[in-house]
């Protein structure tokens, strides 16, 4: 089993930055993927950023150029920066591993950006 523990969310303007911490715990060897996503009301949960144990990341393209996402293994840690924040970025921002065919998910934590 693998916990993970966001925290980092909160209420920002528009242009403005905000920086989301995720942390693992448990058989976190088995974890291939760390990743966030993100859901707004009524809509469904989307891909935001991707990082493979080898550093490899991947963006969606609304947030390429904007967002960054890095992980500290000595931590167990996962970040995603978030820069340049727009209204549209308004969501629950959920932290997810990947591996051994098994997916893992936080409690996720509110992004709220203001206009």
């Known amino acids: 089993q693998v916990q993970l523990v966001e925290s980092g969310g909160g209420l920002v303007q528009a242009g403005g930055s905000l920086r989301l911490s995720c942390a693992a715990s448990g058989s976190i060897f088995n974890i291939n993927y760390m990743g966030w996503y993100r859901q707004a009301p009524g809509k469904q949960r989307d891909l935001v950023a991707l990082?493979?144990?080898?550093?490899?990341?991947n963006y969606a393209d609304s947030v390429k150029g904007r967002f960054t996402i890095s992980r500290d293994n000595a931590k167990n840690t996962v970040y995603l920066q978030m820069n340049s924040l727009k209204p549209e970025d308004t969501a629950v921002y959920y932290c997810n591993a990947y591996g051994r065919a098994k997916d893992y998910w936080g409690q996720g934590t509110q992004v709220t950006v203001s206009s």
């Open positions: 990082i493979t144990s080898g550093g490899s990341a």
